[in-house]
């Protein structure tokens, strides 16, 4: 009797790692081979009409990951509660660009694709529209079944310290490396002067700018957001490259030019400027790291905080809603 008990443990292990499941590339090539080109789509369709499609996305699946995790939790309307309506997710858009996929894969094949999944791949596409790295994305991700705004609050914000910044990419098993390229997402799209506002005018004592921004720039930046002025402008978060995924934003950041603080931040910490100062050695060009490349490795670790697969979650029939 051992060997049949041992068997049908097996057999029992073997099914409980098939009921949690796990992600990967193809996840949908026989259950719906067109999402990921329905998607596509999707992306480009959004861009023709709106050319801040690309970062609008990018940042949407970052929102959705920091909380609770890639699960879509982000995406769901009713009622003031609910994750979306956090003081952490201001600005955040690009949900009418996941629903118009989600309507779309639904009619070819019902039930299959998940809005986390939607908003992961979207991500990818945003990044290859601005001439971005291409990478893979694994796919499986279920959606959650919770979203609260009172779960956002650990959310990074601009006035993070970079102590607190560290900490909380490390609650989520990331790293001060994937800190900084992740960050570097902010190559492309804009911010509005109200992040601004205590940068330039409050935040020496006394009042008063950020003694980091270089002298030649602070000008550009009070022109752009004047004090008292309107706090809904929006300004290019990477000086002089907003519109194309590039190295550009951590030359900034090194050289003073940072738009937001806690981008400049990254220069004042040890471990987060020595991987700054690793992408732009003078051996660098050839034997030193590729930015492009750990951004895709960080962006992929990320996309896996917090997956609910297998039997966990559901696959939503809109995104906006719990089934």
């Known amino acids: 009797m051992v060997l049949p008990l041992l068997l049908f443990l097996v057999v029992l292990s073997s099914a409980a790692g098939a009921a949690r499941g796990q992600l990967k590339v193809g996840f949908y090539s026989d259950t719906c081979p067109n999402a990921e080109s329905i998607v596509a789509k999707a992306v480009r369709d959004a861009a023709s009409s709106d050319p801040k499609t690309a970062a609008i996305l990018l940042r949407l699946h970052f929102h959705d990951c920091f909380v609770e995790g ?8 009713g009622g003031d509660s609910v994750e979306k309506n956090a003081f952490a997710h201001q600005g955040v858009r690009g949900f009418d660009v996941v629903e118009n996929a989600k309507r779309q894969l639904e009619a070819e094949c019902p039930g299959v694709v998940s809005c986390a999944d939607i908003v992961a791949l979207m991500a990818r596409d945003a990044v290859a529209l601005a001439n971005g790295p291409a ?3 694994p796919t499986g991700r279920r959606d959650g079944r919770v979203s609260n705004l009172s779960l956002a609050e650990d959310m990074p914000d601009v006035g993070d310290s970079i102590e607190k910044l560290k900490s909380k990419f490390f609650n989520k098993g990331m790293t001060a490396k994937d800190l900084v390229l992740l960050s570097a997402a902010h190559t492309i799209g804009t911010t509005a002067c109200f992040f601004m506002t205590t940068r330039l005018y409050n935040f020496a004592q006394g009042g008063g700018p950020d003694p980091s921004i270089d002298p030649s720039f602070l000008p550009e930046l009070e022109s752009k957001c004047p004090r008292n002025g309107d706090v809904n402008v929006r300004i290019a978060i990477d000086h002089g490259s907003e519109d194309t995924f590039d190295d550009q934003i951590l030359r900034n950041i090194r050289g003073g030019f940072a738009v937001l603080e806690s981008d400049a931040k990254l220069n004042d910490d040890p471990d987060t400027r020595s991987v700054l100062d690793s992408y732009f050695g003078v051996l660098s060009p050839l034997f030193g790291p590729s930015f492009e490349t750990d951004f895709m490795q960080s962006i992929g670790k990320m996309g896996k905080i917090g997956v609910k ?9 809109v995104c906006g809603s719990f089934n």
């Open 135 to 137: 990478y893979d994305v």
């Open 309 to 317: 697969t297998g039997s966990d979650g559901e696959i939503r029939k």
């Open 70 to 77: 890639c699960d879509g939790s982000i995406l769901i309307d």
